[in-house]
Every structure is written in C-alpha cells, then in structure tokens.
C-alpha cells in the first residue's frame, strides 16, 4: 500500500464507522447495544478527524464546504459518541441509549456524512489512477464498502419507511375512531370538515415520512446508475415499485409479508459482501501494520 493510498484509507476507515452507525437508528439485534464497541467507534473518530489528520487537512484545503463538513463531523461525534451524547449516550445502568425521537435525524446525518466521505472517496480514486498509483486491490476495497452501505442503507430506510408508514395509518384509524365516540358513532367520512391532516401530530408523521423518503432516493438514486451493478439496481426497481403502496396504487391482503419482502430486496447483496469486506478490511489493517513496523525508527538520544 503506498502513501496516498493509507490517506485515502484513513477516510474508507471514517466511512466505515459511519456505517456501523447506522444499527442505532434499528432496535439492537440483541439485548442491547455494546458500550464497548459505542466507545470504540468514538475514539477511532476522534483520532481520524484530529487536526493534522488527512481528513481535516482535506476540509482545511476545500473553503466554505470543508469547512462546514468539519463542524457537521465534529457535532456528529459528539451527538452519537460523546460522554453526554444528545442522540445516543450511555445510562446510569451502563447501557446505551438511543433516543427515539431522534432516529430520523440520525439516519439523514449519517446519509449526508456518508454523501461527502464517498465524494471524497471518488476524486481520490481518480486522482490515483491518474497517477497511476492506484493498486487494483485497494481500489475493489472502496468500491466494495461503497456497495455494501448503500445496499445496508437501502434496507435500513425500508424498514424505517415501512414502520412510518404503519404508524401513520395507526394514527388515522385512531383519529377516525376518536371523532366516531365523540360523535355518537358517525362515520367521519360524512363530515365534509373532518380531515385527519387537521391533527399535528398526525402532519408531524407526515412529514417525518417525506423526509425519510427523501433520504431512501438520495441513498439508492447516488449508486449504481453506470451500469455496472444490475444486481443492485433490480433491487432499487424494486423497491421503488413495491413504494406504490404507500400512494395506494399497489394493495396487498397481508401487510405483514408484503413489508418482509419490501425489507428484503437488498439481503442477497448484504450476504455477498459483508463477509468479503470484513476480510478485506483486516487485511488492509494487517498491512498498514507491517508497514508501520518496518518503517525506519528516528535514533533515540541518549539521556546525558
């Protein structure tokens, strides 16, 4: 691995962590989240955006925007990693937390930060290759990472659309039965004037589902579209087209299994590339370790 490749490594390892962020905004597969692995991921982000690091010296170098990056990094570490953080903490019990009512803004962040480390990630590729010191391995590396959060994204914001969904539909049958007991069982359909949009909290789920469907275009629309992939886009079509039913244009008799699929279409690309990633990951991990033992070592002075 040569030099500009370890930088640019220092970036897929953000992104890399960025993505692991992404299980808060889903309840934890086990009990509960790890502490261990919350503190892990923080102190690896602080070290890889400290000032010196390729990461800020690349946001120094790009004016308003990198700067903007920076500060909207920093305020990421600190919401999901910090000692008191607003999004995710740690309790008194020694668990962690994951604030609910903050899971939607989480995703997007994670979805914009990603949106900036994968630009980045671009450019590098294509100045190296220009050099022509871009090795083949490090290269299936990024695009590999690439493919795996977009397809992990993807069925994160299916599932959390899916849910927004039933949620609102929960909310206007409760409306509905709300205005029948306090009208003597009227259907509400009959009262010109009654409109569930009437409600805030109903608007509020609302508009809670357009930005988490802004969020799934700007996550599978930004993949995948030279070509290259037909595996992910058939799974992007078909989404797109299964999201028919939150218009009505598309009906189902079991709501239940018709989201099981909706979740699912991203599965065979997950089970493909997680595994070859991880690997990969660690060898590149093995390597920057070698590489850091057979560096030549300053001479110590002697304590006089």
Known sequence: MNNEEKNVMTIVTIGRVIEATLWYCLPPRTGSFSVEERAARGKALQALTAEGSPFAMNCDTNGDAGKDLKEEMQYFIEDVYGENGRIVSVGLDNK???????????????????????????????????????????????????????????????????????????????????YAKQHGGMDPKRDPEFDVHNDPSFRMLENEFHQLNADMNAVLNTYGNDGSDDEFKYARESVYSDCEIFTGKKQTTDINAFFNIFNSYFDKILDATQGKLNAMFQEFGKKLQLDASQAPQAPVEEAK
């Open 96 to 178: 962690v937390k994951v604030e609910s009512s903050l899971v939607l803004e989480l995703f997007n962040n994670i979805v914009k930060l990603r949106g900036y480390m994968e630009s980045f990630l671009r450019a590098a590729l294509e100045e190296l290759r220009k050099r022509n010191s871009l090795e083949p391995d490090f290269e299936e590396l990024v695009k590999t990472d690439i493919r795996y959060f977009h397809a992990f994204a993807g069925k994160i914001s299916c599932i959390m659309l899916g849910n927004k969904f039933l949620e609102i539909n929960q909310m206007a049958k409760t409306l509905n039965e709300n």
